[in-house]
């Protein structure tokens, strides 16, 4: 007898008001659920599939479209990803509702990353904000237009940590730092989930990729990953914990392997860590083909035993890859695995439908009205504009040259008229094409302006899109003549280059990380005839800067902004808004630094007597980086003065303050983001030279002072200790306050 989703819940109100006066423990209706399930509809539950509206209709299917249609109608898909519109959508549960014996609801999930339809500025970009706030409510507003486009998951945030921006993927992320990547992992968080999961305008989140994924070695994308433990738990585990501690709903494990462990089957993450130490019950998805891969890496020798260890190891879906659905049956048979090992990973999905709201209404989040009152909303491209505002980091300005004074400008640069590479990568659904040009930005923030325009040189040729190789110009200077004429005429000069949207993300790292193409070449010719420059740089990644930063007078980084990118950019370059971004990654002198980053060790060696050469270095090129974390400029100025401590002692139970006076010594009110650092002088292993351990983003008077303070206690010098354990060590540290990693006063205290 099919008692259907329905009949459950019916079941489950009759089975309460019946027992009310037993008081009988309510079992949970996933419970229920669970128990009327075969062994074929559990394994259903953890199939996960890419698939497009191709599977909505009957018609005629071939191969394996014809095959996942009729696991669509007999339960064998759990969830599905990329599959987009509410329209699409409810068809497509009704298939699974209607036709499979429980009528167990799908769920619809898909790389929500940095909007969905109105696009934020990519995720490195935005957390150059240090704006929780504007974070949470981006991720808010991704959340709802998604939901209303029938998304229940997305996944994301990605939390992965890294230092090397031969990555393309460090786009996705929060940069190099720990704390502000856990921060941001929680805003980010907490503003895809909401309140509610079962709100229709909020999403599952999900943090992945779980774990060391930014670590892969020499920067190259899905290569092998080698930390140690320390490195693993101190630095690259924090933003995980901080999610999960937020709440998040889903985790998906990475492709890499650690030491030689891939992360798929690694039960030291997923079960020791993840599911036991941090007791997580939210539901674990694989990355797409992650388990089939595992056979690639050659600690499986065919998918059946692939499916055993990633199932052994607590990978609850298997995104894509055919294998649970295809093995966990025979291995159960078999007794090579426990079903209850099945019964825990459906458990989660089912939980997470029930959270999600789909148990009580599977087309919950199917209301086409809904869909085009959301996309797109006025206030949803407001909020894109101040998300590119505050994301942009001033780099350089020698002798004020911005805010613009000019009126006779030469509008420059492959990325001027550019209305697609601002967008970014990881696009979810936005149109091509559709983010405000820096070029319309201006023209329309300066009507009155004489703006000449080239081209001078095209950045890329061919395909520029998700799936293909970008292929960057390196040939054609037939646009150089029109462009230095151009320049030559102009007062000042803006040029806008970088790279294309798809020149970062997943499969696209770099050896070099310069300029690509003849930009570099383009430039140097025009600051030839005219030396007033404001660069703009659009990019996903950081880029080495060295001849730029020497010769051009004003910098500034406008990575790939979003919807709204040209006319954040203007707001700034005009002084309608006064920069506050600071980098949250390093930005390397030479490709051959990387990966550099401004919590590093000392090493045993970190500087000797001058002249001499046995010491931490390289011989070609200054041991600092170009920009330090943390780094950024203003239209205003800022002095920072009177670091202090209210006691030298902090008590293991204790607390003391540390407070600075920052003043703005400019005529411009400005906002400052000042932070924080401490280092642990002595551990019982090396420990980095600073660690960020608080910010605050402060708006300043022209002219004015304010007294900043932050709480110190024994809880932000904990880490894990050479055993693994975790907690602080007495001893001595420093404490440091500025306005960049590089740029501080300190001050030092001891821990009893
Ligand atoms: C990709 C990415 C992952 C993404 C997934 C689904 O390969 O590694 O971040 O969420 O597949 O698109």
């Not at 109100?13 to 419970?31: L, Y």
């Not at 609801?105 to 704006?131: C, N, Q, R």
């Not at 000449?452 to 040939?475: D, R």
Request: aromatic share 8%; net charge negative; glycine share 10%.
């Amino acid at each position: 007898m099919k008692i259907g989703i329905k009949g459950i819940v019916l079941l489950s109100i009759m089975a309460i008001s019946a027992c009310s006066e037993q008081k009988e423990t309510k079992k949970s209706r996933v419970d229920d659920l669970l128990a009327e399930m075969t062994l074929e509809e559990k394994i259903g539950q953890l199939n996960q599939y890419s698939i497009g509206a191709e599977l909505t209709g009957p018609g005629e299917k071939q191969g394996q479209a014809k095959r996942r249609y009729e696991e669509l109608k007999n339960g064998g898909i759990g969830s599905v990803l990329n599959l987009l519109g509410a329209k699409n959508a409810r068809e497509t549960q009704r298939q699974v509702v209607e036709n499979s014996r429980l009528g167990i609801p799908l769920i619809f999930s898909f790389d929500v990353v940095h909007g969905y339809k109105t696009m934020f500025p990519i995720p490195l970009g935005e957390s150059a904000s240090w704006d929780l706030e504007l974070m949470e409510a981006t991720a808010a507003v991704a959340a709802k237009e998604a939901a209303a486009a029938g998304i229940q998951w997305t996944f994301a945030p990605m939390v992965d940590i890294s230092r090397d921006a031969r990555w393309g993927r460090v786009m996705e992320g929060a940069g190099e730092d720990p704390y502000l990547g856990s921060a941001i992992a929680v805003a980010r968080v907490k503003g895809f989930q909401g309140e509610s999961l079962s709100d229709p305008a909020t999403i599952a989140a999900c943090a992945k990729h779980f774990a060391g994924y930014g670590f892969v070695e020499s920067g190259k994308d899905y290569n092998n990953v080698y930390v140690g433990e320390n490195q693993l738990m101190n630095t690259i585990v924090p933003p995980f914990k901080a999610a999960k501690d937020a709440g998040v709903a889903t985790f998906m494990n990475a492709f890499n392997d650690i030491d030689g462990v891939p992360s798929t089957a690694s039960t030291f993450l997923l079960r020791d860590i993840l599911k036991g130490n941090w007791q997580y019950k939210g539901v674990v998805v694989s990355d797409w083909n992650s388990i089939g891969e595992l056979i690639s890496h050659g600690v499986a020798k065919d998918k059946r035993e692939a499916a055993k260890l990633a199932i052994t190891a607590g990978a609850d879906i298997d995104m894509e890859g055919v294998v649970y659905i295809d093995h966990l049956k025979e291995l159960v048979e078999a007794g090579e695995i426990n079903e209850d090992l099945i019964d825990d990973a459906a458990k989660r999905v089912l939980q997470l439908k029930e959270d999600l709201g789909l148990l009580d209404d599977p087309y919950l989040y199917f209301d086409e009205n809904r869909e085009k009152e959301t996309l797109l909303k006025k206030e949803h491209l407001d909020l894109a504009r101040e998300a590119g505002r505050k994301s942009i980091v001033l780099l350089k300005n020698q002798d004020d040259l911005l805010p613009l004074k000019a009126s006779n400008i030469a509008l420059i640069g492959p990325l001027m008229k550019d209305k697609d590479s601002p967008i970014g990568n990881w696009r979810a659904a936005a149109e091509a094409g559709s983010a405000v040009s820096l070029y319309e930005g201006l023209t329309k923030a300066l009507p009155d302006a004489n703006f000449t325009y080239a081209e001078g040189v095209k950045l890329s040729v061919g395909p520029n899109n998700f799936f293909q190789e970008v292929e960057v110009e390196t040939g054609d200077r037939s646009g150089f003549a029109e462009a230095i004429n151009k320049a030559r005429n102009a007062e000042t000069v803006i040029v806008a280059m970088g790279e294309t949207a798809y020149m970062s993300g997943e499969g696209r790292s770099r050896s070099e990380i310069g300029l690509p193409g003849l930009q570099l070449e383009l430039l140097k010719e025009i600051y030839k005839v005219n030396k007033n420059i404001i660069l703009v740089l659009m990019n996903g990644r950081p880029l080495t800067l060295a001849w730029e930063d020497e010769n051009i007078p004003a910098i500034v980084e406008a990575w790939h902004l979003g919807s709204e990118a040209g006319h954040a950019i203007a707001d700034v370059l005009t002084g309608k808004y006064n920069p506050a971004g600071k980098l949250p990654m390093t930005f390397p002198r030479a490709v051959g630094q990387v990966p550099i980053y401004y919590n590093h060790k000392m090493t045993g060696r970190p500087s000797s007597a001058p002249g001499q050469v046995f010491y931490t270095h390289h011989t070609d090129v200054d041991n600092s980086p170009l920009y330090p974390f943390g780094y950024g400029l203003s239209y205003s100025s800022f002095v920072y003065s009177d670091i202090s401590v209210s006691e030298s002692l902090l008590k293991a139970d204790g607390e003391i303050t540390a407070s600075v006076t920052v003043k703005n010594t400019s005529d411009v009110d400005g906002e400052e983001v000042v932070q924080l650092y401490i280092r642990d002088l002595v551990g019982t292993i090396t420990r980095p030279v600073k660690e960020l351990k608080g910010f605050k983003k402060v708006m300043i008077p022209a002219g004015g002072s304010i007294e900043v303070e932050f709480t110190v206690d024994p809880e932000m010098l904990a880490y894990y200790k050479g055993d693994l354990k975790y907690g602080a060590e007495p001893g001595d540290f420093e404490l440091f306050i500025g306005t960049n990693a590089r740029d501080t006063q300190s001050v030092q205290f001891e821990l009893k």
